[in-house]
């Protein structure tokens, strides 16, 4: 079992800069991929980011890509989502998830993943 907590969620303006922090408890010795999804109200869960087990490689939707970075550090157990100019298109409940292993083909799905924080909200206003 693998438990996940998110912090550093909360209300900016937009173009502002904020930074998610997912912390990792439990089986944390497995070779897990973690990535970061989201939730708008009325809208289903989408692919934000995600990162492999060495931080080697990086995902990114193409909505984010170029303003998100995500990294880990694999000796604090921690997994963060750097997000930069930030637009109100981006408000969202943010939820950092975990697998042993996912496939390039199935890493943007929710179902891949077998373990999920509870979320942290971001709002942006414009």
């Known amino acids: 079992q693998v438990q996940l907590v998110e912090s550093g969620g909360g209300l900016v303006q937009a173009g502002d800069s904020l930074r998610l922090s997912c912390a990792a408890s439990?089986?944390?010795?497995?070779?897990?991929?973690k990535g970061w999804f989201r939730q708008a109200p009325g809208k289903e869960r989408e692919f934000v980011a995600a990162?492999?087990?060495?931080?080697?490689?990086?995902y990114y939707a193409d909505s984010v890509k170029g303003r998100f970075t995500v990294s880990r550090d694999n000796v604090m157990n921690t997994v963060d989502l750097q997000m930069n100019t930030l637009e109100p298109e981006d408000t969202a409940v943010y939820y950092c998830?975990?697998?042993?292993?996912?496939?390039?083909?199935?890493?943007?799905?929710?179902?891949?993943?077998?373990?999920w924080g509870q979320g942290t909200q971001v709002t942006v206003s414009s």
């Open positions: 439990g089986r944390t010795e497995n070779n897990y991929i």
């Open positions: 990162i492999s087990w060495s931080g080697t490689n990086t």
């Open positions: 998830a975990a697998a042993p292993s996912v496939s390039s083909a199935t890493m943007k799905r929710p179902t891949a993943y077998d373990y």
